[in-house]
Every structure is written in C-alpha cells, then in structure tokens.
C-alpha cells in the first residue's frame, strides 16, 4: 500500500469520525477535517455536516444540514437558511470558544466568544487559555439554551 492510498484512507477515517462529534467546539476546533460543501446534485440527509466558506474570524465555517435535499448551486449554505444551520455559532452571531492549536490562533485583545452558556471578552493579546481563567472578562450573565 503506498502512501497516498493511506493518506486517503486516513482522510475518509478523519471524515467519519468527525460526522460523530456532537460538541461544537470540538467540531470547530477540527473544521478543515470535514469534507467541503458539493453544490453539485449531492444528497444531503438531516444532521451531515461540512465545510463551507469562512467565520468571522477567517477560519473554516461548518454548516449543519436541517432538512434532507439535493444540493445545488442555487442553495448556498449561507443563502439557504431553511436547509442549513452555523456550526459554532448562536442565534446571535456570537462564535463559541475553540482551543486554540498554537499561538497562531490564540484569541486576542477584545474577541468575544461564547463558552459554558456565557459571552466572554478576551483581555490579553495571544490568549490561549479557557474562558473563565486569566485573561477574560465575562460580559453577560447565563444565556438561555434552545
């Protein structure tokens, strides 16, 4: 077996796995594993789950499929709200908290994200820590869950 066959076969295994992650933060801190958005005639059921476009913070958006249907240029997942769902995002735009890998994508001075039901301002450059320790300030009280 030569090693592009196994890196393919690796791919598909990460693909696989990453259909069966149910915590946002974790399915945002792996987006560029799941497969891209195809809006060339694929059938695509309720809960799959795939890449598409950029976050506000130029990082890989997930979209989740609400209803089953076939995929096509005409239903964009960010133009067909009654066919997809943001990953990672509340109804308000506010962008859930992801570990950052490295310091190139540690959160810096004035991010907000939201973490365990609450909004969060980072208040240190290159933060790489969890909201609720050192270098984040709370800015709102518990947000009501859907």
């Known amino acids: 077996m030569n ?14 796995f990453s259909q069966s992650l149910t915590d946002e933060s974790k399915m945002m801190g792996i987006a560029d594993v799941y497969p891209k958005f195809d809006p060339d005639g694929k059938n695509y059921k309720a809960g799959d789950v795939f890449s598409y476009g950029v976050n506000t913070y130029n990082e890989t958006q997930l979209y989740r499929v609400i209803s089953e249907h076939i995929s096509s240029e005409d239903k964009l997942p960010d133009k067909a709200s009654d066919l997809y769902k943001k990953v990672g995002v509340d109804d308000k735009g506010n962008m859930v908290w992801i570990e950052p890998l490295d310091e190139s994508d ?13 909004l969060w301002e980072c208040i240190n450059a290159k933060n790489k820590k969890e909201p609720g320790t050192k270098g984040w300030k709370k800015i709102n009280k518990e947000i009501k869950k859907k």
């Open 106 to 118: 540690a959160y810096d001075e004035g991010d907000v994200a939201l973490h365990n039901g609450e």
């Open 3 to 16: 090693k592009v066959y196994k890196a393919k076969q690796l791919k598909r295994a990460l693909e696989m």
